[in-house]
């Protein structure tokens, strides 16, 4: 079983920048993808970023340029850091694990701009 505890969300201005972090735990030899997903009341969840075990990158078009993903091997944690934070960017954001063909999710953390 794979667990995931998410942390970095919170209140900033636009235009400002949040880190948001993922850790896994549980026993895990190797994660394929890693990714975070936001979704905001009455819309559907969508990927944010994405990133595979060979370290390659996906983003949401929204978000290109502004935010970047990274992820660090040897502690199974993946990270969203973002920039020139928008208000429409306001969302619940999850991590999730993709692990032997199953993906896992985080509990989510909100991240909220004020304009």
């Known amino acids: 079983q794979v667990q995931l505890v998410e942390s970095g969300g919170g209140l900033v201005q636009a235009g400002g920048s949040l880190r948001l972090s993922c850790a896994a735990s549980g026993s895990i030899s190797s994660i394929n993808a890693m990714g975070w997903y936001r979704q905001v009341p009455g819309k559907q969840r969508e990927l944010v970023a994405r990133v595979t075990s060979g370290g390659g990158t996906n983003y949401a078009s929204s978000v290109t340029g502004r935010f970047t993903i990274s992820r660090d091997n040897a502690k199974n944690t993946v990270y969203l850091q973002m920039n020139s934070l928008k208000p429409e960017d306001t969302a619940v954001y999850y991590c999730?694990?993709?692990?032997?063909?199953?993906?896992?999710w985080g509990q989510g953390t909100q991240v909220t701009v004020s304009s």
């Open positions: 999730f694990v993709v692990y032997r063909f199953n993906t896992y």
